[in-house]
């Protein structure tokens, strides 16, 4: 397997192990509070609460949509590699933002114990994309 085939795979799996994380945790709970001061900074930014079954498929629905298109990452398809360049991007802001809120709060917050390694396979799998792409 490619080195951008198995950073995205393994960024698959690290995105189940997070959602697990957040669902024990009741991150769909925890939305209040982050977007209540949001809200406050940002009148116009709504503040909102998830209901725990549809973040829950919200969640399933990316995990699949990662794992499932990891053969065609390796496979090269142009429409993949797009794909996981959104993954790498917004998975490194998953991570930054779940350690953001851990370091504003003082304390543990939903999904922070896992958001390193998001972190940390969105920097490289983005590395990996920039090393594999013709223009680099």
Not at 23 to 36: A, D, K
């Amino acid at each position: 397997m490619s080195r951008v085939g198995t950073v995205y795979l393994l960024l698959g799996v690290a995105q189940a192990a997070h959602s697990i994380e957040e669902m024990r945790t009741h991150l769909y709970e925890f939305f209040w509070t982050v977007t209540g001061l949001l809200h406050r900074a940002v009148p116009a930014f709504p503040q909102f609460r998830w209901q725990a079954d549809t973040f829950a498929v919200v969640n399933m629905a990316l995990i699949a949509l990662l794992l499932g298109t990891v053969p065609f990452v390796e496979a090269g398809k142009r429409w993949a590699l797009a794909l996981a360049w959104v993954a790498g991007v917004v998975e490194t802001l998953n991570g930054i933002g779940h350690l953001s809120g851990a370091l504003y709060f003082g304390s543990y917050v939903p999904g922070a114990a896992s958001a390193p390694l998001l972190l940390l396979l969105g920097i490289v799998l983005l590395r990996e994309l920039c090393r594999r792409s013709p223009s680099a």
